[in-house]
């Protein structure tokens, strides 16, 4: 029994965990240290990929988590809003990494149940000392169906992959970047029994940190710069794309959701669907050419023992200060770039006049506003940016900014709770149009439209909305495209603007294949 579970049964009080945060120098660019964590089961890349962009300060990377938290929706065989719960508790009472990790496993309220698994690992210490945003506490997702844990909805479609709707892993190493200022951080904690043997480890977890990364920096491995071109005369062929819905099935959902609008039960749907292709490389090949050509601000890999997680996603969906303001930035309203000068003025003269993207990006601003009254102090709910376009490689996006000031007797979670799914990819009013997305759409959202991203001890925050994103499991990619339908949405249109949304995926995929043909 560990330090941790001695507790819970009154025989021992451990030791408060030994936190050391120091100062690094790099040598290499920073995202390419995960290759000292990627390989390890449970390790996770925040990468802030594109730059220079107001969203792209920070970047970190985690490993070694002292425990790990994942919850499922469980069918039938449980109370509603309940939740398959299981706790990966990986440290011994001597604060050494458990051969045999001791599993606890119940029935019961997901995110009542990550608040006690926070507080059970928390590391005390005073945030305006932290040199970065996120320093201790949880990497992660919370996948689309966590909202199921919120709000009473049928769960009609399939899981496929089947993942845990919840993962979050309590990282002890975290190596952290701000690339305003080009300082780098280590950040590790030491646990056990006794103040000396949890200063012991927080040292030796340092230490042998230090030593990889000067390994590594003495033979680095070879810099990214796409993948090796195919052998002369060897046919590249593009990349199989299976999809639940062809063209004709995405248009007949787009007028099934159109009609929801017409008989007045909704306002605006964000419908999706599900593509699939093989992956023949290494999924951090296909991160590494997905971020060449797509970088983005929220841009992560995942490495669970289920799946990895690759991404390169724009768009912010909730963060939370150390003043404990709360933001979130919709996305609504996409064209694709111009082939020149001139194509790229009329594609950037389109979105900012057009009727529909405005309409879609003001209802999702207005849903989250009220999402944010729910929880935020009154009369401080607000919206700096309205409807400001922003320049990404494949796409140019609408988007606009709300901010609130979270209520003091809130915490993060109660502002996920309040907000959870983000709005961009439900619809309005959310709960009406996420049961006709279950009705519509033939299998679960998963990962997708959810959320990655850091939840500090501090309780700063920031989670992203996850789009442009693959999930692979067992040699196969998964990935989804979608787009808002309002009342004068074209079918058609809106099944083009998703495959515009899918060029840099397919891309990344093509370029891999290309070289492995």
């Known amino acids: 029994m560990s330090a941790i579970h001695a507790v819970r049964d009154g025989t021992k009080q ?7 945060v120091q100062e690094v120098k790099l040598a290499l660019p920073f995202w390419r240290y995960f290759e000292l964590f990627r390989k390890q089961q449970y390790s996770c890349l925040l990468d ?133 200022s080009g300082a780098s951080y280590l950040s590790v904690v030491g646990r056990g029994p006794d ?32 993948p090796k071109a195919a052998a002369p005369g060897a046919k590249s062929t593009p990349v199989e794309i299976n999809a639940h819905f062809d063209e004709a099935g995405y248009i007949n959902m787009v007028r099934a959701a ?7 039960d909704i306002f605006e749907v964000c419908t999706t669907h599900r593509l699939d292709s093989p992956l023949r490389a290494d999924p951090w090949d296909l991160y590494r050419e997905l971020r060449r050509i797509n970088p983005a601000p929220f841009a992560c890999y995942i490495h669970l023992p289920e799946a990895y997680v690759v991404s390169s996603s724009p768009e912010r969906f909730l963060s939370l200060d150390r003043q404990r303001v709360a933001e979130s930035r919709p996305i609504k309203g996409t064209r694709p770039r111009g082939k020149s000068p001139q194509e790229e003025e009329a594609m950037l003269a389109d979105l900012s006049t057009n009727i529909k993207d405005r309409a879609e990006n003001l209802m999702i601003v207005d849903l989250v506003r009220n999402d944010f009254g729910r929880v935020c102090k009154f009369n401080t709910v607000h919206v700096p940016e309205l409807l400001v376009i922003e320049h990404y490689s494949t796409v140019f996006q609408l988007v606009s900014t709300i901010r609130g000031q979270l209520e003091d007797d809130k915490d993060p979670l109660d502002l996920i709770k309040a907000c959870f799914p983000g ?28 959320s990655i991203g ?35 949405s074209d079918p058609r249109g809106e099944y083009l603007e998703t495959m515009d949304k899918a060029r840099a995926l397919i891309s990344a995929l093509n370029n891999l294949a290309g070289a492995t043909a």
Request: proline letters at 7%.
């Open 14 to 20: 451990p030791s408060p965990p030994h936190h050391i």
């Open 48 to 180: 802030s990929a594109r730059a220079p962009h107001k969203l792209c300060r920070y970047s970190f990377m985690g490993s070694d988590p002292a425990a790990v938290y994942k919850a499922k929706r469980q069918h039938g065989a449980a109370p509603e809003g309940q939740a398959r719960i299981e706790v990966i508790h990986r440290r011994g009472a001597d604060g050494l990494t458990l051969e045999t990790p001791f599993v606890e496993k119940k029935i019961a309220d997901a995110f009542n149940e990550l608040r006690a698994v926070t507080a059970e690992y928390r590391v005390e210490r005073a945030p305006n000392d932290a040199p970065v945003p996120f320093l201790t506490g949880a990497m992660g997702y919370f996948g689309y169906e966590a909202g199921y844990f919120i709000e009473k909805l049928p769960d009609l479609g399939k899981d496929q992959p089947e993942l845990p709707d919840i993962y979050m892993l309590f990282m002890d190493v975290v190596l952290a970047h701000d690339h305003e």
């Open 195 to 226: 103040a000396k043997s949890a200063q012991a480890r927080a040292e030796a977890l340092r230490d042998e940190t230090l030593t990889r990364i000067q390994m590594m920096e003495k033979d680095p491995p070879a810099e990214w710069t796409g």
């Open 258 to 264: 159109k009609d929801h609008i017409t008989a007045g």
């Open 423 to 450: 709005g961009s990819m439900t619809g309005a009013p959310k709960i009406e149009a996420m049961k006709i997305i279950d009705r519509l759409e033939p299998v679960k959202r998963g990962i997708y439209s959810g």
């Open 454 to 488: 850091y939840m500090d001890f501090s309780g700063v925050m920031d989670l992203n909305i996850v789009i442009r994103t693959f999930v692979v499991v067992d040699g196969r990619c998964y990935y989804n495209v979608g787009g808002a339908v309002v009342a004068d």
